[in-house]
């Protein structure tokens, strides 16, 4: 079965510190893809990224940055230099076997970036 | 800027009511999906469409029922609401076909509480 864990709940930092949101994820297949969504206080998820498994290079775009682990099945999420406007629920996600687009989510974890 | 509505945005009913909610989306996507989000933030997929006239059960059983006559709708109903089925639902929609798995686009949510 496949399972996606962000055991962080709840994060708050002040404005301009680096955060980073873990994800661990559980699969049997070889072939799979990764994303994150990010849910701001208006509700809609909005896709950041996905990546598949045979590809484990680091990415970043402007101050986000995520770094993937096959070997410790990790797709964890850094901002840097946050800001009031990151503050949202970041999901990560999994997709089905086969690649779909029905994803398997985590439980999202609460990032609330203070002034 | 994703073009997917959902319609109400909230909603108040007493237990029995019958509900519609509306899904939706005109960027001529085949694939829409409806998933059901707690207020413990986790996402569960609730009903799927591959294309009209196409309808699939997801991962999470639910009482609901959804149809698929047009492309751009995915109206999802309720024929008798209950207390438990107080929660938010998300309609999202996707084009690609085949590999990889494309962005799910997402509505800003309709949140229902049943009385």
């Known amino acids: 079965a496949q399972k996606v864990t962000q055991a962080q709940t709840e994060i708050s930092v002040v404005e301009k510190e680096d955060v980073t949101l873990d994800c661990v994820y559980e699969?049997?297949?070889?072939?799979?893809?990764l994303f994150w969504y990010k849910q701001p206080p208006s509700g809609e998820l909005v896709f950041l990224i996905r990546?598949?498994?045979?590809?484990?290079q680091n990415e970043i775009s402007g101050r986000y940055s995520w770094n993937f682990q096959k070997s410790t099945s990790s797709f964890n999420f850094t901002i840097t230099a946050s800001q009031v406007v990151d503050s949202a629920v970041y999901f990560c996600?999994?997709?089905?076997?086969?690649?779909?687009?029905?994803?398997?989510f985590g439980k999202g974890t609460k990032l609330t970036v203070n002034p | 800027e994703a073009d997917i509505y959902q319609t109400p945005r909230y909603l108040v009913i007493g237990t029995g009511k019958k509900i519609t909610l509306e899904c939706s989306q005109t960027m001529g996507h085949d694939k829409m999906y409806w998933y059901q989000q707690d207020p413990g933030m986790e996402l569960h997929l609730i009903h799927y469409s591959y294309g009209v006239n196409s309808t699939e059960k997801g991962d999470l059983s639910s009482e609901s029922t959804v149809s698929r006559i047009r492309t751009e709708h995915f109206p999802l109903t309720l024929e008798s609401a209950r207390p438990s089925h107080t929660s938010q639902y998300l309609c999202a929609s996707s084009y690609v076909r085949g590999l990889p798995p494309g962005e799910l686009f997402f509505g800003e949510g309709s949140r229902l509480t049943v009385l």
């Open positions: 996600a999994l997709s089905e076997a086969g690649g779909s687009e029905k994803l398997v």
């Open positions: 990546r598949n498994s045979f590809d484990e």
């Open positions: 699969t049997r297949d070889t072939t799979y893809y």
